[in-house]
């Protein structure tokens, strides 16, 4: 059962390096979108992308972080010059195309990011 | 702005009973509603979901239902399991805003005692 796959699942960064999150979305899912959650908080939107496109990135802070969804691999966050409260799990779900009612959004297992 | 809120952090249920979830929403524009559920270091697993043209949806031991004209919707898990330990996350979703991003509520952490 391939579901949505995310790696690494544990980050660790020291503040001012760049963390790279991957995240391949399941088979035959085309649009892909990225949550962050802050501990004790629910998931936060920072971006809904489909191939080669960011579709809508207003969630997203507009300073050092970035999305891709390139047409070959997978979908890449990227966090430029971390900071400490960068350090949250990053969720990435799929769909196979803009979800119903009936085809909901599939989540990852996410990636813990921790900045020392 | 919280859009999408769960008041309840915890709820403790006995196993058997049924366990009653709530969600509050402020965005009348929300028109779909999801619940989904999340153990410890895993993502959140898609449960259930409801439409605005809808009052009630239900899937075996779970039920959703709709309340627009409160702007509530609940979680209804009965009879409860062990195995339903979790968070509990309420979402929504506006269609036609070009984006389809989901707004959580902060979660209830459910726990069934056995």
């Known amino acids: 059962n391939a579901g949505v796959m995310q790696n690494p699942r544990h980050l660790v960064r020291r503040r001012g390096q760049e963390a790279r999150l991957r995240c391949s979305p399941m088979k035959g899912h085309s649009h892909v979108y990225w949550y962050r959650q802050l501990p004790e908080e629910g998931l936060k939107f920072m971006v809904y992308l489909q191939k080669e496109n960011i579709i809508d990135e207003s969630g997203m802070p507009k300073e050092r972080f970035s999305a891709e969804f390139p047409k070959e691999g997978p979908s890449i966050l990227r966090i430029q010059q971390v900071v400490r409260g960068d350090s949250a799990a990053y969720f990435c779900?799929?769909?196979?195309?803009?979800?119903?009612?009936?085809?909901?959004?599939?989540f990852g297992d996410g990636t813990r990011l921790s900045i020392l | 702005d919280q859009q999408v809120k769960q008041n309840s952090p915890s709820l403790s249920v006995q196993e058997g009973r049924i366990s009653i979830l709530n969600c509050d929403y402020t965005?009348?524009?929300?028109?779909?509603f999801l619940w989904y559920k999340k153990y410890p270091a895993e993502g959140p697993t898609f449960l259930i979901s409801?439409?605005?043209?809808?009052d009630k949806n239900e899937d075996g031991r779970f039920t959703v239902f709709l309340n627009k004209s409160a702007k509530h919707l609940s979680l209804h898990i009965v009879p409860s399991q062990p195995g339903d330990s979790a968070v509990y996350f309420c979402?929504?979703?506006?269609?036609?805003?070009?984006?389809?991003?989901?707004?959580f509520g902060k979660g209830t952490k459910l726990s069934v005692i056995p």
């Open positions: 779900a799929s769909s196979p195309e803009p979800p119903t009612s009936n085809q909901p959004q599939h």
């Open positions: 979402a929504a979703h506006r269609s036609g805003a070009g984006s389809y991003q989901l707004t």
């Open positions: 965005n009348s524009m929300f028109d779909y």
């Open positions: 409801i439409s605005s043209i809808k």
